[in-house]
Structures are given as C-alpha cells and as structure tokens.
C-alpha cells in the first residue's frame, strides 16, 4: 500500500454524493497512507487533519479546519462563513 497518496482536484467533475462516497473510500482504504488533498471544494477537505492554504502560490495558512474556523479571519474562515457551513457541526 502506497505510503503516500496524492489527490489533485480527484472530485473536480463529480456531483456532491460521489464526492462524499469517494471520500469514504479514501479514508477507509488509505488509513494508514498519508494523503494530499488538492481541492477547491470545502466538503471535499472539511475532515481532513490539516488544512494548507495558499494564495498566489504563497502558504498563508496551515492548521487543523477548526482552528483556522475559530481562529476567526482568514482566508479558509471566509471561505466557510461564507459557503454557509455549521461550524460546530461540521468541524
């Protein structure tokens, strides 16, 4: 098994509950592998470990998604607020 797994936008063109089947699938087969996750789509990494966040191909942000939420600025706590997310039922 791959020690790690690299998904570049992986559910880009994919609806909204293949995405989430996907997801399910990662986690369970790649429990013990290291996954990246490049993605635009928050569902697709609100319950990963870290989130990394770049903007202009700068890292500007680099944590767990509840304390980027919590922490209360920023870009991912934005992106969140504003894609409508409960956060304490999400994060």
Do not use: M, W
Request: hydrophobic share 45%.
């Amino acid at each position: 098994q791959a020690k790690i797994v690299i998904l570049d936008e992986a559910t880009a063109a994919i609806d909204h509950d293949t995405d989430q089947l996907l997801q399910q699938v990662v986690r369970s087969e790649f429990a013990s592998s290291t996954v990246l996750t490049i993605a635009h789509r928050l569902d697709t990494v609100l319950d990963c470990d870290r989130i990394l966040v770049f903007d202009q191909g700068h890292l500007v942000q680099n944590d767990t998604p509840a304390a980027l939420v919590h922490a209360g600025t920023g870009i991912f706590f934005e992106l969140v607020t504003e894609g409508g997310y409960s956060l304490d039922k999400q994060l």
